[in-house]
C-alpha cells in the first residue's frame, strides 16, 4: 500500500519510523519534538548578558517574555519545530530550492541567519547552505538523540532550533546547514528590513576624568557599551604621542571613545555613569595624577548629547551630591580623537589592577 508523502513537522512515531528510513537515504536528519519544558526553558538556562555580533547585530538572549511574545504569532508547525525541535517532512519546506536574491531570517527573533548567495541545491530534501550570514548567529551544539551523533544548530537571539549541520557541504567551508524552512522568513533583496533584522545604529561619545585606563575599564563593563578606547581630545597637536601629552606640551586630555547601542543604554545612563567614575571637583587633577591632561571633560558628539550634558551637570550640581564643591567638568565640541598607543588599550584587563574615584 502506498502512502501519499505529508508536508507536516513529524510527529508520532510511526511518522517518525517512516522518516528515518529516508533519513539515511538522504543525510538530513529529522527529530522527534522534543519536550515542552526543554523549549520553554532553553533561554533561561544561557547567560543572559548583552551581547553583539562582529557585523553589528544585537544577539543578546530574548527574555522569557519576548519569547512568549514571538510565540504567539507561530504556526503549530512554526511551534514545534523552533520550540520542540521537530522537523518538516523531506521536499515539502516552502524554501528548499528557491533560488531568489535575499537573505533568510528567523521566524522567531528576526535575525538574519543565511544569505541566499550561500544556498545550493544538496538534494537531502531540505533548504541548505554552506556558511551562516555571520558565524554568531548561529549556534551549534551536540546533539546524541536517536542514538546519533550529530550536531543541532539554533538560532543565537532566540535560542530555537533551526536544524542541523553536516561536514559533506561544498567549497570553500564544506559544511552543509540544513534548515527547515517553516523557522525561516525570507526578505527578498532590495525589500526594507523590518527592524528586529537590522544591524544596531551604534552611537559615540567621548569622556575624559583622568587615567583614561581606569575610565575605559569601568566603561567597557556597561552593558549596552560595545566598545571603549583609550585615546586623546582637546589639544592643538596632530597625532599626539603619549610622551607628548603626559607632558602637557599639547593641550589633550586623555579620552575615553565610547560606542554604545542607546536601545541598551542611554547617553544620559553613560553620563551617570562617568560621574559616578572620577571626582569632577578637582580642577586638572584626579588623585596623584596631576595636569591639564587629567581635567574632567564630556566631549559631545552632537547638540543633543551637548543638552543632555548640560542638563545633567545643572541637576548635579543642585544634588548636593558633593557637598557644596564646584563641578569643573568642561563640556565641549568633539574634535579628533587620536586612538591611544596599543599597549594603552584595555590595559586593566590585560595587566589587571584598577584606578579611578
Known amino acids: 500500500m502506498s502512502h501519499p508523502r505529508s508536508c507536516a513537522s513529524v510527529q508520532g512515531a510511526g511518522a517518525y519510523v517512516l522518516l528515518l528510513a529516508l533519513i539515511f537515504a538522504t543525510g538530513c536528519q529529522a527529530d522527534e519534538p522534543g519536550s515542552v519544558a526543554e523549549g520553554e526553558t532553553r533561554m533561561e538556562e544561557a547567560e ?34 523552533a520550540f ?27 535575525l538574519p541567519l543565511f544569505r541566499s548567495d550561500a544556498k545550493f541545491h544538496s538534494a537531502s530534501g ?3 547552505f554552506f556558511e551562516p550570514f555571520d558565524p554568531a548567529h548561529v549556534l551549534e551544539r551536540p546533539d546524541h538523540s536517536h542514538g546519533m551523533q550529530r550536531v543541532e544548530i539554533l538560532d543565537a537571539r532566540s535560542g530555537t532550533h533551526l536544524g542541523h549541520v553536516f561536514e559533506d557541504g561544498p567549497p570553500p567551508t564544506g559544511k552543509r546547514y540544513c534548515l527547515n524552512s517553516a523557522v525561516l522568513r525570507f526578505i527578498p533583496q532590495g525589500e526594507p528590513l523590518p527592524p528586529e533584522s537590522r544591524p544596531v545604529e551604534f552611537q559615540t561619545a567621548y569622556f575624559a576624568g583622568g587615567c583614561f ?17 583609550s585615546g586623546y581630545m582637546g589639544g592643538a597637536v596632530a597625532s599626539p604621542s603619549y610622551r607628548q601629552v603626559c607632558r602637557g606640551e599639547t593641550g589633550h586630555a586623555e579620552t575615553v571613545k565610547v560606542v554604545f547601542d542607546p536601545n541598551r ?60 564643591r564646584e563641578i569643573v567638568t568642561e563640556i565641549a565640541p568633539a574634535e579628533t580623537f587620536y586612538e591611544a598607543e596599543e599597549y594603552h588599550q584595555d590595559y586593566h584587563a590585560r595587566h589587571g589592577g584598577s584606578c579611578g574615584f
Open 48 to 81: 543572559m548578558q548583552v551581547r553583539y555580533s562582529s557585523s553589528g547585530y544585537d544577539i543578546t538572549p530574548m527574555t522569557s517574555e519576548e519569547l512568549s511574545a514571538a510565540r504567539e504569532g507561530l504556526t503549530h508547525e512554526q511551534e514545534s519545530i
Open 84 to 110: 520542540h525541535a521537530g522537523t518538516e517532512a523531506p521536499f515539502c519546506g516552502l524554501y528548499t530550492d528557491t533560488e531568489e536574491p535575499g537573505i533568510y531570517v528567523s521566524v522567531v527573533s528576526g
Open 126 to 128: 531540505w533548504a541548505s
Open 213 to 229: 585606563w581606569g575610565i575605559e575599564d569601568r566603561f567597557a563593563r556597561v552593558p549596552g557599551v560595545v566598545d571603549a578606547v
Open 265 to 324: 543604554v542611554s547617553y544620559w545612563k553613560l553620563l551617570g555613569a562617568f560621574f559616578s567614575m572620577h571626582d569632577p571637583t578637582t580642577r586638572n587633577r584626579q588623585g596623584p595624577d596631576v595636569g591639564t591632561q587629567y581635567r574632567s571633560a564630556i566631549f559631545t558628539a552632537n547638540a543633543d548629547q551637548e543638552r543632555e550634558a548640560r542638563d545633567f551637570v545643572r541637576d548635579l550640581a543642585g544634588s548636593g551630591r558633593f557637598g557644596g
